[in-house]
């Protein structure tokens, strides 16, 4: 790991050297406000010049420890030498020829990868799985919308209140999580219902009340569910919750479609965190972690079910070859090394989290697995506040340890699965710092 994380270019740990943004970063940031879209969700002012291991440069020489990954992506850390040069040696080679229309090495070598890991049942010809290649998380949303509907003949679709599944209309259309997120862009898809997640009592409400009112399940196609609520709040749920929804995917002929976008490839110590439960999902979703950064999603269905024919579904862009190059070398890591890591170093910042949670009151017990975990922030009365965690965003970035929220007023830590042990230690204590200084 040692290898990996330290590296000649950048320090190795934090190194703040200006005011925050510096000069160069606060002229960047006119320029872009001035042209790029209000949407744009920046927390912090941290223009970035360059990433390796777990470590970001911005434009002005400053050093931060990254404890995001971009948004839980960087699985084998910023710019792995390995994966730079799968990237370079491909690009030299084949950039694009568009695997709807025609066939090349690395986009079959990958879904062969993919085939024999995926957690479904193996079929008579010895894979798993049929892949069908995205560009983005919310690209592997729609197109499971899609072959869910088409295999089952049914309309309607079960999501979850706290969800997440992206941006486009149908992936949208199933997210439940933040009203911004959707408010302003009806009509969206119908024959969508949400229903409380996490705990197996909530499935009550579908069996006892949906089922036999509004959705009778022999129109339901599918169950959209995160293994873990990832920008809900990284929400784990009650042992029996999974379980359960596979069961009533059992008697109703519904199917399971597990969104791995976040919580999948290595993050939670596992390839993927269904494989946390015993639960065989139908169908899961995939992106962010899978190329280290280069964009790429991907669906995986048991065989039997991608039975749409050629033209129903396709991608000009999806299974790119140097995405797809970048994806072989990052499986190999993840699976040489970096789930074992995620495992290890998960447990050593839960540990370091819980003794903070003794400390600090105004914090909650850490949850999560592996390197997917979150703390929330409390106000003196025990309340979620969002504006105790924000505050404490900005301040660890003004001191070098870039964090994320999610949830109400959570913060999520999903860094990199290569940092190491030294790493963690420096951000839990930068983190005490700044909550000695905030609370
Ligand atoms: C669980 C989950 N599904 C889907 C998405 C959407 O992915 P993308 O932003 O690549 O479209 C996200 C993004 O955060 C996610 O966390």
Request: proline content about 7%; some cysteine; charged content about 20%.
């Amino acid at each position: 790991m040692d290898a990996i994380t330290k590296n000649p270019l950048l320090p190795y740990l934090p190194k703040i050297t200006t005011s925050l943004p510096g000069p160069r970063a606060q002229e960047l940031i006119e320029r872009d406000l001035a042209v790029t879209s209000p949407s744009y969700t920046r927390g912090y002012p941290l223009v970035v010049s360059r990433g390796e291991g777990c470590m970001i440069e911005d434009v002005d020489g400053n050093v931060f420890l990254d404890l995001t990954a971009g948004i839980a992506v960087t699985a084998t850390g910023h710019a792995h030498p390995q994966v730079v040069q799968a990237i370079q040696q491909q690009a030299a080679r084949l950039v694009h020829m568009s695997g709807t229309d025609f066939y090349y090495e690395p986009m079959i070598e990958l879904a062969e990868s993919l085939a024999v890991l995926a957690p479904f049942p193996p079929s008579q010809n010895g894979t798993r799985a049929r892949v069908f290649f995205t560009n983005s998380g919310a690209e592997s949303n729609e197109g499971a919308i899609k072959l869910a509907r088409y295999y089952t003949k049914r309309p309607q679709i079960i999501a979850f209140l706290g969800a997440f599944h992206g941006r486009t209309y149908g992936a949208m259309s199933l997210t439940g999580s933040k009203k911004i997120q959707r408010q302003g862009f009806g009509p969206l898809l119908p024959g969508v219902t949400h229903i409380p997640y996490g705990t197996p009592a909530n499935l009550d409400y579908l069996e006892k009340q949906l089922f036999t009112t509004v959705s009778p399940p022999e129109e339901v196609a599918a169950i959209f569910v995160e293994p873990i609520q990832g920008e809900g709040g990284y929400i784990v749920p009650e042992n029996g919750f999974l379980e359960r929804i596979r069961d009533i995917c059992d008697r109703h002929g519904i199917l399971m479609v597990v969104d791995e976008v976040q919580s999948g490839m290595g993050r939670t110590g596992k390839m993927f965190a269904i494989e946390h439960w015993e639960v065989m999902p139908d169908i899961i979703t995939l992106a962010k972690g899978i190329a280290s950064g280069l964009p790429l999603g991907a669906i995986l269905s048991r065989p039997e079910l991608m039975t749409w024919p050629p033209g129903s579904h396709a991608t000009t862009f999806g299974g790119n070859p140097v995405a797809c190059a970048a994806a072989k070398v990052t499986l190999q890591l993840l699976q040489t090394e970096l789930i074992e890591n995620a495992c290890q170093r998960g447990t050593q910042l839960q540990a370091g989290l819980k003794q903070l949670a003794q400390r600090f009151q105004q914090i909650s017990q850490p949850r999560g697995k592996g390197l997917m975990v979150a703390i929330d922030l409390l106000d003196t009365e025990g309340k979620l506040s969002p504006k105790l965690r924000n505050g404490v965003v900005d301040k660890a970035f003004d001191r070098g340890l870039l964090l994320l929220g999610c949830g109400r007023a959570a913060i999520r830590f999903c860094p990199p699965l290569v940092i190491d042990s030294e790493q963690i230690q420096i951000a839990l204590e930068i983190l005490a710092g700044v909550l000695e200084a905030t609370l």
